[in-house]
Each structure stands twice: as structure tokens, then as C-alpha cells.
């Protein structure tokens, strides 16, 4: 026929699982590889030929055989395009709900191994509602309303996402995959603890820093370097500039004098103080009582 068609791959179905590429086994379909018609036993329409499993898929080209009016039916419509899917039949032989085979929005188990018994033409494709599979014996086709066998993950999807989210938090943490949710709050604990601590030597280095400011400040206000109302200014500008810096620009002040105490009575070098007129009669009455 030349139409090479899709068997199976690893896609999320409609059902909320999936079936692994690498866990089918094909061997005892390609010893008797019916070509059923809507996987019901007793509709041979021929078989499928040149079974490929590869790039994560399998992959087959159906030949129909024409003994009868349905085989017959059936080349004309894959020919003209009407039918153009088939889905598989399978055994389900191993389930797992690891994290490692979840994809995002799977409800149900990923099939990890499984066989192949049939493969039919179908209206309705392989990953859609027209699957069959049987499980303990029982087959079950599961676009005919039946519920799937394969269990809903439920809780234990939402413990697999727990456990998922865990193994990262645990890596970025520094902690390996395997370290257990005690492990992980411990070492939250201790960060927690380390960051308290930082924020509390911050705290203490930034009072001591306002304490020195404040003495610098309150040093140059008693020398009379700047006013009392000037003090809030020059604790600001401590703050920004750092106790450092605020002290060399406050020793570069001069305390502030009164113009009274800038007037010296004291003589110039070499030079006789001038005396009063007081002075100067008390000399005479001296002078006069000596005489």
C-alpha cells in the first residue's frame, strides 16, 4: 500500500497515560500480524508488514487482503482517505508511577512494558478513544464507554509531584536528590538562622555607627564647632557620608567667640602696656607720698 502509519508512541493519551516505545514488545505480534477491523476478533482484513520500532515510535504499513467485502470496503476507504488510523491492542504487563515516566497532566500510570497482540483499523486513532487493552486477563476496549483499569494516580501523583518538588528544592539548597524532607528543613533552619544572625549584627553595627556619630556630634556642639539646632543636620550627614568623613569636616571647624574676645588688652611683644588714667593718678599719689 506504501502508507506507513503510526502504531503507537510515547504520547500522553486521552485517558491520561501512556504507553512506553521502549517497553513494547512486538516480537509475538510480527509472528501473527493480524490487521483487525475496529479490534474486533473475527473481522481479519489483512495484516501489517515492514513493523518498525525506532525514534521513539512504531511504525507499520497495513495490507488488506480483499477475501472479503469488508477488507474490501476497507482498501477503498484507506485508499480514498476516509480511514486513515489504526490503533493497537496491547497487554499490559508493568505499570509505574515514578516521577521519571510522568509527563505534565498525566492522571494515570505510565505503561512500562507491554505487548502487542493486534492491530486494527479504526475512525478514531490509537491515542485517542479507540484503544483496547487487556489487564489481568480482561480485555477491555475503552472507546465503547468502559472505565480504563489503569488506577487514577490521585494521591500518590500529587506525593510523586511533592517528592519532585522536594529533589529540587534539595539541589538548590546545595543538599543531593536523595536527602529527605527532615534534611531539607533542617537546612532551611540553619539558613533562616544565619540570615536572623546577619540581620542582627547588621542592626548592632548600624546603632554603633549612629552612637559615634551622635558623640562626634554632640563633641563639636560642646566646642562650640556648630549650634545645638545644627545637630539633626550633621547627624544626617553621618549617616550618608559615614563617621570618617564626618569627623575630618568637623575638625576642619573653629569653634565660634564672641567679638569681645577677640579685642586682646595684651601689650604687642617688646612694648610697655599703656595705663589707664586711673593708673596714672594713682602713680602721682604715690609719688606724692614719698616725697
Known sequence: MGKRVRLTNDSLNSYGYRVLTTGVDVSQYERNPLLLYMHERGKVIGYMKDIRVEDGEITGEPCFDEATELSKQCKKQWEFGSLRM?????????TSGDPKHLLEGQTRPTVTK??????????????????????DGTQITLGDGSDCPLPLLSNNHKNNQAQMEL???????????TADEAAVNA?????NASKEEAENMRKENEALKLAQITAAVDAAVAAKKIRADQKDHFLNLGKKVG????????SA???????SETLSTEPAPGKTPAKSPWEERMDEIRANLKK
Open 253 to 259: 571647624m573653629y569653634p565660634a567667640v564672641k567679638l
Open 167 to 177: 529533589k529540587q528544592l534539595a539541589r538548590t539548597l546545595g543538599l543531593p536528590e
Open 86 to 94: 489504526v490503533s493497537i491492542g496491547f497487554d499490559v504487563l508493568e
Open 243 to 250: 563617621i570618617e568623613d564626618l569627623n575630618k569636616t568637623l
Open 187 to 191: 537546612k532551611l533552619a540553619e539558613l
Open 114 to 135: 507491554s505487548r502487542i497482540y493486534e492491530v486494527s483499523v479504526v475512525d478514531i486513532g490509537a491515542n485517542d478513544d479507540a484503544i483496547v487493552l487487556r489487564k
